[in-house]
């Protein structure tokens, strides 16, 4: 009898397939969360979105973590997430910003991130959180050219 000698399988992993991109735009799905909302929130999603497309015309618009609005530019500037309470905007380099018109609200206590609850109601100062973002343009598109 012959022995025949026992050899172990080499098994070889296929390599994850890419997750498809949606097939609707950032900017189509923001629409479309803007008009699901259909109350005060979604106004105000609008308001602000207008606003940072007005103070940044070169925004991109992305759409994260499972149906939160972002704005990038050269990094993120900022979300656009709706509670049941609150639309809140939260700055991904917050506390790095200057805030004379004291805008941030939320989130103060963090090394990085600051945020904007916005209320029923609640008026938004156009000028001050417009000088915000492009504070936070400016300070994206700095820390981008040091990479360089």
């Not at 609008?46 to 992305?62: G, T």
Request: proline share 3%; aromatic share 4%.
């Amino acid at each position: 009898m012959k022995k025949v000698k026992a050899t172990k399988k080499t098994v070889v992993k296929k390599a994850a397939a890419p997750k498809a991109k949606s097939a609707v735009s950032p900017a189509k799905q923001i629409d479309a969360r803007i008009k699901e909302l259909g109350d005060w929130r979604g106004e105000t999603l609008a308001r602000i979105r207008a606003i940072i497309k007005q103070a940044d015309p070169d925004v991109v618009e992305e759409w994260k973590w499972r149906g939160v609005p972002v704005w990038e530019h050269d990094g993120i500037i900022c979300t656009g997430e709706t509670y049941k309470a609150v639309v809140k905007m939260t700055f991904a380099k917050g506390a790095s910003l200057g805030d004379p018109a004291k805008l941030f609200n939320s989130s103060l206590d963090g090394n990085v991130r600051r945020a904007i609850d916005i209320k029923e109601g609640d008026k938004i100062n156009d000028k001050a959180l417009t000088a915000l973002i492009r504070a936070a343009i400016t300070l994206n598109t700095a820390k981008r050219a040091k990479k360089k």
